[in-house]
């Protein structure tokens, strides 16, 4: 995890959710060979939120064909009683939403017991004082900004004061935990986010929608830079 704390940030981080799930393995292939960093894995149980996607059986079969960090987004209910198996399976990253957890430190602490950094996901309703008292029980916040488990929707601005917000809290306490931010992340939106303090940043349809994975991904990246 090392090279997502470098002073190569911010990271873009391609959602494999749009990908070819028939050919898994090609397509982590060509998004290492693009240039991505990371690459990251939403998992929804169709209860949390509406959509239904994959969960153990797919972040193994990524887990085997990746050489980068790989983040696991749980969008489910109880995370509390399922975080563990996702570190176990070799994610790098276990992202946890706040408003599913019953047992916060525990579980943060029970990640990153298996060795994978445990993070906190917000929800666009959900405000940074949800997040605060665990800031030093994990290694990241995850902005959403838009609804989770709901795909096509315009980026929420409300998303950027949360990591400005975020980013003046880190340099407060002197934690140096990541801020990333998942949503509507587009040429168009990346810079602001990346200016407002986004670390690590998913982006979706604007690369896996692209002929190109090598060019969208290059272009994200600089464009996120050169706000910085």
């Given at each position: 995890m090392e090279s997502l704390q470098s002073a190569d940030r911010p990271i873009v981080l391609p959602a494999l959710l749009l990908c070819d799930f028939?050919?898994?393995?090609?397509?982590?292939?060509?998004?290492e060979a693009a240039g991505a960093k990371a690459m990251h894995l939403d998992v929804m149980d169709g209860l949390f939120v509406p959509q239904l996607t994959y969960g153990?059986?797919?972040?193994e079969a990524v887990r085997r064909a990746a050489t980068v960090p790989i983040e696991?987004?749980?969008?489910?209910?109880?995370?509390?009683?399922?975080a563990i198996q996702y570190a176990k399976a070799g994610a790098d990253i276990v992202t946890v939403h706040i408003e599913g957890l019953a047992k916060t430190k525990e579980t943060l602490s029970a990640i990153e017991?298996?060795?994978s950094q445990a993070h906190?996901?917000?929800?666009?309703?959900?405000?940074?004082?949800?997040?605060?008292?665990?800031?030093?029980?994990?290694?990241?916040?995850?902005v959403m900004s838009v609804e989770p488990g709901f795909g096509g929707q315009a980026f929420q601005t409300?998303?950027?004061?949360?990591?400005?917000?975020?980013?003046?809290?880190?340099?407060?306490?002197?934690?140096?935990?990541?801020?990333?931010v998942d949503g509507g992340i587009s040429t168009k939106t990346i810079a602001s986010v990346a200016q407002a303090g986004a670390d690590l940043i998913v982006a979706g349809s604007a690369i896996?929608?692209?002929t190109d994975y090598a060019e969208a991904l290059r272009e994200l990246?600089?464009?996120?830079?050169?706000?910085k």
């Open positions: 028939g050919h898994l393995n090609d397509e982590v292939k060509r998004l153990l059986v797919v972040v696991v987004h749980m969008m489910v209910e109880r995370p509390d009683d399922t017991a298996e060795g906190l996901a917000i929800s666009p309703n959900t405000p940074v004082s949800q997040v605060e008292p665990f800031l030093n029980s994990c290694s990241g916040v995850l409300s998303a950027i004061d949360k990591i400005q917000k975020l980013e003046e809290i880190r340099a407060s306490i002197g934690h140096d935990f990541c801020i990333g896996l929608r692209q990246e600089t464009l996120a830079r050169k706000s």
